[in-house]
């Protein structure tokens, strides 16, 4: 059965960084994508980042581009996201998800529906 723990997030002033990580057991490290998401209350799911399967390739929305760094660590097996100049509008509920596939269609996935496993999400709360 796979377990996802997630951790970090908490409250930054907007410019700050912060970041938020989790950890996936019940499945082979490197045999999965992680991604990043987050959302706010009535809103969909919104995809970030994603990062391959041994880390050599990955993928960011343009809204968080330059800002936002998707990382492994291939020692604590914890995938990462560090986030820098936040902004408030970043306030939201951090997710990672891990799936199979790095390439959904030619394109990096990054619909919910590409990924099987979910963390709990964690609250990122940006102040002004």
């Known amino acids: 059965q796979v377990q996802v723990a997630e951790s970090g997030g908490g409250l930054v002033q907007a410019g700050g960084s912060l970041r938020v990580s989790c950890v996936f057991s019940?499945?082979?490290?490197?045999?999965?994508?992680v991604a990043w998401f987050r959302q706010t209350p009535g809103m969909e799911r919104e995809f970030l980042a994603a990062?391959?399967?041994?880390?050599?390739?990955?993928h960011y929305v343009d809204s968080v581009k330059d800002r936002f760094t998707i990382a492994r660590d291939n020692v604590q097996h914890k995938h990462i996201l560090r986030m820098n100049r936040v902004k408030p509008e970043a306030t939201a509920v951090y997710y990672c998800?891990?799936?199979?596939?790095?390439?959904?269609?030619?394109?990096?996935?990054?619909?919910?529906?590409?990924?099987?496993?979910w963390g709990q999400g964690t609250q990122v709360t940006v102040s002004s």
């Open positions: 998800a891990a799936g199979p596939y790095y390439y959904c269609s030619g394109v990096v996935c990054s619909a919910t529906t590409d990924y099987a496993y």
């Open positions: 019940g499945i082979t490290w490197g045999d999965y994508a």
């Open positions: 990062i391959s399967f041994l880390g050599d390739d990955t």
